[in-house]
């Protein structure tokens, strides 16, 4: 019964947020990102033969995102102007065009029932990637980021206690007997960690910023508290997707300063958690491993990608009892004309980063007098980035809210000023 009641209360606040605030609840979904514990605080929904997602705050954030914008796109013509924009985006073209392959592959799928159920989540995920778009502005664009550090620094009581006093909250049954770390709120440390890196993210951009020493010296306080909640999920799948972000981060990024603080303390406690904890190598080189060429799960990809190299075997039909990470994925389910998509995708979102770079120095953000939209860019590029390097090992990538979110900021930040719609 109390599922029932907290799923009426959330209906209602999200209402209020529909015709009230839209606008916050794109850093509300955020935060919501967060509660993978929410699904067991609503009732959940069954129907023969489909899979449907499991109902959390996060789902029920975004189905009132776009909402939202269904409602508007009626009332304001100045959006019904902004969806033409945005739907000109070459994000937005080479989205599209991978859900029409992937539509187009039921016709020679294996298995026709489960690439139409994952064409159908798709076309979900595009929605509300276009309906975040429409939602977002210039002006607000940080609130996400601010939404996502906060939340995980507001985690770190819990994640300290689970961690000092080895007693988890939740999946406590579900977890493997090999898992070290936390989870909090997660469904497992790995996710847990995922989160981490995009708050580490999103505390480099804050620091540029941020005008006073004091407000800088606070950043550098939340990100070592950061750092330690990383190291207590002891996540080898987070360590390497955070190394990789940094080294990535140190090139993008004009102030290094914090990138090389993290650098060197997380050098130091890594060797002081290895020295404690031995055990975390050997995690650690199993991660390492799993790239390997001689991967079963790896030989069995590229065996179905070589008997259907143009086109894959259907989308959402790969079959797997580990994580396959999106490349391996998009080989076998979509052939090479799914890897060409997903070269361009990523070639579009490096290609916006340095037309934001280009841009930085004739445009004044509205944050701040002295700083740009380049910065707020980068943030974003690295949530996608995080996304893709720790899907490799956690198995999640387009179906993580977190990428969509990251790509619908970066068109946003790509329209001229003329599309920062009020809309309430």
């Not at 276009?130 to 620094?153: G, M, N, Q, R, Y």
């Not at 550098?220 to 999920?233: N, P």
């Not at 060429?293 to 580990?322: D, Y």
């Not at 391996?328 to 934001?356: D, K, Q, S």
Request: aromatic share 14%; hydrophobic share 60%.
């Amino acid at each position: 019964m109390y599922q029932w009641i907290m799923l009426g209360i959330t209906v209602i606040i999200l209402g209020v947020l529909i015709v009230r605030k839209p606008f916050w609840l794109v850093p509300f979904l955020g935060v919501a990102l967060a509660l993978e514990i929410s699904v067991t605080w609503y009732p959940q929904f069954e129907i023969t033969n489909w899979t449907l997602e499991p109902v959390t705050l996060a789902l029920l954030t975004s189905v009132a995102i776009i909402l939202a914008v269904l409602v508007r796109l009626i009332i304001f013509q100045e959006l019904r102007r902004k969806i033409v924009v945005v739907l000109k985006d070459p994000l937005t073209v080479i989205l599209v065009l991978f859900l029409i392959l992937g539509a187009a592959s039921v016709f020679y799928s294996v298995d026709s029932g489960k690439t139409i159920n994952e064409t159908g989540k798709l076309a979900y995920l595009i929605i509300l990637f276009v309906s975040i778009a429409l939602l977002s502005s210039k002006e607000k664009a940080l609130l996400p980021l601010h939404a996502v550090h906060f939340t995980a620094l507001a985690l770190a009581p819990l994640a300290f206690y689970e961690g000092f006093l080895g007693r988890a909250i939740w999946e406590t049954a579900n977890l493997p007997a090999d898992v070290l770390g936390i989870n909090v709120t997660f469904s497992n440390p790995a996710a847990f960690a995922r989160y981490i890196i995009l708050a580490i993210a999103a505390n480099f951009v804050i620091q540029l910023f941020a005008r006073d020493k004091g407000t800088k010296m606070i950043c550098m306080g939340a990100l070592a508290v950061l750092l330690a909640e990383l190291a207590l999920t002891f996540s080898p799948a987070g360590i390497l997707t955070l190394f990789i972000v940094l080294i990535i981060a140190l090139i993008i990024i004009p102030e290094r300063a914090a990138i090389l603080w993290v650098l060197g303390l997380g050098l130091f406690g890594g060797g002081l958690v290895l020295f404690i904890r031995p055990d975390i190598w050997e995690s650690l080189l199993k991660v390492v491993q799993s790239f390997a060429a001689t991967n079963p799960f790896a030989q069995a990809t590229l065996a179905i990608f070589g008997g259907n190299f143009l086109l894959g075997g259907g989308f959402g039909t790969l079959e797997t009892t580990q994580p396959s990470g999106p490349i391996f994925t998009i080989a076998a389910e979509l052939g090479i004309l799914g890897l060409g998509l997903f070269v361009a995708l990523w070639a579009a979102l490096i290609i916006r980063l340095f037309a934001l770079y280009y841009r930085s120095s004739d445009f004044l953000s509205m944050f701040s007098n002295n700083n740009n939209e380049y910065f707020v860019g980068i943030a974003y590029f690295l949530w996608a980035l995080t996304i893709l390097v720790i899907s490799h090992f956690e198995g999640r990538f387009f179906a993580d809210p977190t990428f969509w979110l990251s790509c619908a900021l970066l068109v946003v930040l790509n329209l001229n000023l003329e599309y920062n719609i009020r809309m309430y």
